[in-house]
């Protein structure tokens, strides 16, 4: 167990509440989907939770390699992001594909993925301001 908690960075309580809540989901995707497992696979109710704990394990192991990652490489990405994420959210008001009366989605060409550039935009602009807030902290002075 020392080995793992050598092998973490930043703040162990962040990373112990995460690793908690995490397992908290797991049981309670057992517990909501009860029904749903009946409806839809026969009564396998571990369908549903061993998808859930597949998914969550990739999460988890992305977030231990992304926290790998230099800082200032986020602030380079930010930008970039910044610059893709606008003209694809005006391309999603022209050409958007309708999902649930919403023109929202853009279907990626070739692997007929679709994605919500919006989430795109999101992760950019939190990502922008926190380059911006690091490098004017003037900024926070004077609101």
């Not at 026969?42 to 369908?47: A, E, I, P």
């Not at 380059?131 to 002075?141: A, F, G, H, M, Q």
């Amino acid at each position: 167990m020392k080995w793992v908690y050598d092998k973490i960075f930043g703040d162990k309580i962040i990373w112990g509440i995460t690793i908690f809540l995490s397992l908290i989901s797991v049981l309670l995707i057992y517990v909501a989907t009860d029904d749903l497992a009946y409806a839809f696979k026969d009564g396998n109710t571990l369908y549903f939770v061993t998808k859930h704990a597949i998914i969550l394990a990739l999460g988890l192991l992305i977030v231990y390699y992304v926290h790998l990652i230099p800082p200032h490489l986020f602030s380079k990405l930010g930008v970039l992001l910044l610059i893709v994420s606008v003209p694809l959210l005006l391309l999603t008001l022209f050409i958007g594909f309708n999902v649930n009366s919403a023109d929202r989605w853009l279907i990626i060409p070739g692997i007929n993925l679709s994605f919500q550039p919006s989430d795109l935009a999101k992760i950019a602009i939190v990502l922008y301001l926190s380059r911006l807030l690091v490098k004017k902290p003037e900024i926070l002075k004077d609101f």
